[in-house]
Nanobody, 115 residues
């Protein structure tokens, strides 16, 4: 069982930037990986995906502002031009499909975008 540890969140003003990291306890390079977020009172939503074949997808609300990348054991999310609506707890995992995931969820990292 791979453990996932998210970090890099914090309080930032609108227009600011943060770089999130998701460190895995083992090699994840050959897995499809994704970042998700859950705002208070809302369901968790997919933010960005990076696939084994190199394809990358983003939800429309973050296109042009967020960049997902990964190396052998870490997934990154560079977030620029942050908006208040980006406020959420951010998580990473490997989606299988049908709402299932490869590993247990980590604790996430809190991002707050506010003046």
């Amino acid at each position: 069982q791979v453990r996932l540890v998210e970090s890099g969140g914090g309080l930032v003003q609108p227009g600011g930037s943060l770089r999130l990291s998701c460190a895995a306890s083992d090699n994840i390079f050959n897995y499809n990986m994704a970042w998700y977020r859950q705002a208070s009172g809302k369901e968790r939503e997919l933010v960005a995906s990076i696939f084994r074949n190199g394809r990358i997808d983003y939800v429309d609300t973050v296109k042009g502002r967020f960049t997902i990348s990964k190396d052998i054991s870490t997934v990154y999310l560079q977030m620029n031009n942050l908006r208040p609506e980006d406020t959420a707890v951010y998580y990473c995992n490997s989606p299988i499909g049908g709402g299932s995931f490869v590993w247990a969820w980590g604790l996430g990292t809190q991002v707050i975008v506010s003046t």
